[in-house]
């Protein structure tokens, strides 16, 4: 239900929409768990059934995740690896150069040495190209690998798999990422995405790599039980220790926090916070992190440093501090990544300004973002495509010139399939290559063939939305007065972490509130306090709103009354345990509310 008159914008440009939850479900949600009316209607806007209300406040891996033998080829390749663990084999590993990638090679690295194997791993940089390639196949097999594992990646690897396989290796693929009808002719190919696979666990095919790694790690572990592998000199390792990594890459690959997902993170974030992976603490700290670490803080304060060496650094160093059992090592480690990263904000910077400039600097005649520069960083160019779509609120295409080719990445609104768009633009022969989904894309095409590419893009889009960008919608979940924005609803909140895709944190309204005591902080941040007309207040603060609408108007409210959007949190700042309200929009109230 949209709210206001006449479904006005907001002073950040939005329309609002009160989402609106089935009464007779949240009732009896309420009444049969004893949760407050409130949260029992955000989670069944989250798609909580009544019967599921338990395992989503307390989520237990043990209760969600099932046999992993459910899983086609499963049960093939845990076998296969068990036996190569009990006859010492040489076993490689290719990873991937994102977090999901580092996470799930060191998470079957980590196990492989805790019974007794030392995989060699290659994760190749971004020259190199992401997946398995020929010549990482020939340095395995020359250096004596039989069983070659690909995590993250080498579903649609036909040509450097089949290849192994050619020449004799055993090839085990544990990936998440969309499949084709036809598969490559390895040992085992293990991925809930197949289009083969049953949909008895649906909830299976949101797990990112990391997942679908720790699962095959469950079923090796129970079949080298099972072979009486272990023993009091040789015990059996504790697989819970790792759910840190398997949280963080869950997080950082943005997949759905639903089902065994939510677990995995739920679980995982309670062992990273007793801070025992050597890498990972020497990075909270470096970051600064002290306070228990929250899926916010793997999204964007952990993540960003460990994907930083992926875009404008060495590829693998992320799954070294990530399997670092040196304090030194990871010191040195986690100061590198934090080098990395602020060499990434900068490259960042540059390109997004350039970007910027381009855009507003010229007519558009389509409602997208396009644009191009010569050797523009790739590792940033998906980021910087984000920023534009969030920023125009239209789809973005963002390339880089090469000398050999131009390589490219898009990042799209609701309304826009980019995953259609770049397969249609591959048929016409407009691009070499590309593959995404619809919310995002990457691809590669000859430089001559950039109008060409950019008319397709503009035309496919005006044709789906018209040539006026999309005013965007900002979804709601509750509407209260300042008084129902206290610590007992924060504590209630609390218990409906992680907050991540698939469940975001809940976002409230708070109605006819004045802004009294506004002050610019910090980077163009600005606090304030919020008060209702019945006299409660809350502390608020709306993050690098200093040059825009929203910041001028609480710096300069002229005693006008407002609604405010935003998130409730607690305030633990200094060691204080407070409250205080996020806002991230602004609306003036019309006609005195």
Not at 20 to 29: I, K, L, Q, S
Not at 228 to 248: G, M, Q, S
Not at 276 to 290: P, R, V, Y
Not at 342 to 349: Q, T
Request: aromatic fraction near 6%.
């Amino acid at each position: 239900m949209d709210i206001g008159a006449e479904n006005s914008v907001s002073l950040g440009g939005n329309i609002w929409q009160v989402a609106r939850a089935d009464g007779r479900v949240t009732e009896v949600m309420a009444q049969k768990f004893d949760l407050p009316l409130l949260i029992a209607e955000i989670m069944s806007l989250r798609g909580v059934d009544v019967d599921d209300a338990p395992s989503f406040l307390e989520p237990k891996i043990n209760c969600l995740m099932p046999d992993p033998f459910v899983l086609k080829d499963m049960k093939r390749a845990a076998c296969r690896i068990a036996e190569a663990v009990m006859k010492k084999e040489r076993i490689a590993i290719i990873g991937d150069y994102d977090v999901d990638g580092a996470t799930s090679t060191s998470v079957m690295k980590l196990f492989l040495q805790s019974v007794g194997v030392e995989p060699q791993i290659h994760i190749p940089d971004r020259e190199e190209g992401y997946g398995p390639s020929i010549k990482a196949v020939d340095d395995f097999k020359a250096a004596g690998a039989r069983l070659l594992l690909t995590l993250d990646c080498g579903t649609t690897a036909f040509d450097s798999l089949e290849y192994a396989a050619s020449l004799g290796m055993d090839v085990i693929v544990l990936d998440h990422h969309e499949a084709e009808i036809r598969l490559p002719k390895i040992y085992a190919m293990v991925n809930p995405k197949r289009l083969d696979e049953n949909d008895d666990y649906p909830y299976l095919k949101y797990m990112a790599a990391v997942g679908v790694v720790f699962m095959a790690v469950v079923a090796v572990n129970r079949e080298l039980r099972t072979k009486n592998f272990y023993t009091p000199e040789n015990p059996e390792p504790d697989l819970r220790k790792w759910l840190d990594l398997v949280a963080l890459g869950t997080v950082c690959d943005v997949v759905p926090l639903k089902g065994l997902n939510r677990a995995y993170v739920s679980q995982g974030l309670k062992i990273m916070a007793a801070r025992a992976n050597k890498g990972l603490t020497a990075l909270m700290d470096k970051a600064n992190l002290s306070e228990p670490p929250t899926a916010f803080h793997l999204g964007y304060v952990l993540g960003p440093r460990i994907n930083a060496c992926g875009r404008v650094g060495d590829a693998d160093m992320g799954n070294r501090l990530l399997c670092c059992n040196s304090d030194y090592q990871a010191q040195l480690l986690a100061d590198k990544l934090n080098e990395f990263n602020a060499a990434r904000k900068d490259i960042e910077n540059h390109v997004l300004l350039s970007a910027m400039e381009m855009l507003e600097g010229r007519q558009n005649e389509y409602p997208i973002a396009f644009v191009y520069g010569y050797d523009w960083h790739q590792g940033v160019i998906g980021i910087v495509a984000g920023k534009l779509k969030e920023r125009y609120n239209v789809p973005a295409f963002v390339m880089s010139v090469e000398k050999d080719e131009v390589k490219g990445s898009a990042r799209s609104i609701p309304q826009i399939d980019l995953g259609t768009l770049i397969i249609a633009a591959k048929e016409r022969g407009l691009i070499t290559k590309g593959g995404g989904h619809m919310m995002a894309a990457g691809f590669s095409l000859e430089e001559d063939k950039i109008e060409d590419f950019r008319k397709f893009v503009g035309d496919y889009v005006r044709d789906k939305i018209g040539n006026e960008a999309i005013t965007p919608v900002v979804e709601i979940d509750a509407v209260l007065d300042v008084g129902g924005a206290n610590a007992a609803l924060a504590g209630w909140l609390e218990k409906m972490e992680p907050f991540g895709a698939g469940n975001p944190e809940p976002r409230l309204m708070l109605k006819n509130v004045r802004i009294v005591r506004p002050a610019l902080v910090g980077v163009g941040h600005v606090r304030c306090i919020l008060v209702s007309e019945n006299g409660g207040s809350i502390k608020a603060i709306a993050f690098r709103v200093g040059d825009n609408d929203i910041g001028g108007a609480m710096l300069n409210p002229q005693g006008e009354k407002f609604d405010a959007v935003g998130v409730l949190r607690r305030d633990r700042w200094q060691g204080c345990n407070d409250v205080q309200f996020i806002i991230e929009d602004l609306r003036k109230v019309q006609n005195g509310g």
